[in-house]
């Protein structure tokens, strides 16, 4: 397994939409156990595979957050929404390709999504609280869309600016 570096806001490949991935191959699990070794060292919550250069659609997640409950890492392959609730949540989002902004976005509170397994099977599941913000997420970065985009546009440019010094800073050692 490899910790793969992550991608920081702006990088064009963050606006791309992604490939479906075409088979469920040895490759796609050794790149998916790579993306959750990547996303607890970072540490987060979800990681999408374009945050990592890689522009198919597939995304990880674990959103047990209490100490001592055990892991629940999660693959999705494919993933699509297959319904949204009307009900809507609004919660504090963050992203590692943008550290350390923070800013709340209303989403659907609950979904039920589609996607296919490490096993090649297709499952379906409903998801609510922060795995519900988490899966919507990162089904957004597979749309080359970012938590940002829901903002206005001065905040969006505030914090792009901000990126943008901190990538210059990181260039510069
Ligand atoms: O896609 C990403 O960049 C991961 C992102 C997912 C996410 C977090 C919160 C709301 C929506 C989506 C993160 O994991 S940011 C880091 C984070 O939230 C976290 C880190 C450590 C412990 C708990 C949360
Ligand atoms: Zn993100």
Redo the contacts with the bound molecule.
Sequence with gaps: MTLRPILIHPDPRLKKRCAPVDSVSPEIGALAEDMLQT?YD???????AP?IGVLQRL?V?DCV?EEGEAPQPMVLINPEVIWASEDTNT????????PDQYAE?TRPERVQMRWLGLDGKTHEDEFDG?WA??AQ??LD?LNGKL?IDYLGVMKRQLITRRMEKLKRERARG
Excluded at 42 to 48: D, F, I, Q, S, Y
Excluded at 91 to 98: A, K, P, Q, R, T
């Design positions: 996303m970072a540490p987060g919550v979800g990681l999408a945050q995304f997640m957050k919660h504090e989002e963050g992203c590692l390709s943008i976005v922060l913000t988490c997420h990162e970065h938590f």
